[in-house]
């Protein structure tokens, strides 16, 4: 696997991301919260323990996140609904992540025509 230098980091996923350019917000808001993994260990009854000495829960949900089958369109959909607001963590990347990640990915929509300037893309 190649390395990703640290500066094209957030470019690298934002382009990762342009796959779902033109897919309804309803469309992946279904495929996460039907496939996505911390809906299936709810759904079951499997539910990790969110606190305790251990780990944070931010480390707890990466950790669960990793293994989701939906990260990228997670991460998509928060990026369309919250943004640069976000918090918590979306397709395995933390709240920091996600919101330097979000101009980055922004502007690849705007080159692509698919977005308007109003907060939240227009969407």
Not at 50 to 60: A, F, Q, Y
């Amino acid at each position: 696997m190649n390395a990703v230098n640290p500066d094209d980091f957030f470019e690298v996923i934002a382009a990762k991301l342009d796959r779902f350019e033109r897919v309804p917000d309803d469309v992946l808001w279904e495929v996460a919260t039907r496939d996505g993994a911390c809906m299936l260990l709810s759904r079951s009854d499997m539910e990790p323990e969110w606190t305790g000495d251990d780990l944070t829960d931010r480390e707890l949900a990466a950790r669960v996140c990793a293994g989701c089958p939906v990260r990228s369109e997670c991460l998509e959909l928060e990026l369309r609904t919250s943004g640069d607001q976000t918090l918590g963590v979306w397709g395995a990347l933390p709240a920091e992540d996600v919101r330097a990640l979000y101009p980055v990915w922004r502007s690849r929509r705007r080159r692509g025509g698919q977005l308007g300037d109003e907060p939240g893309g227009g969407r």
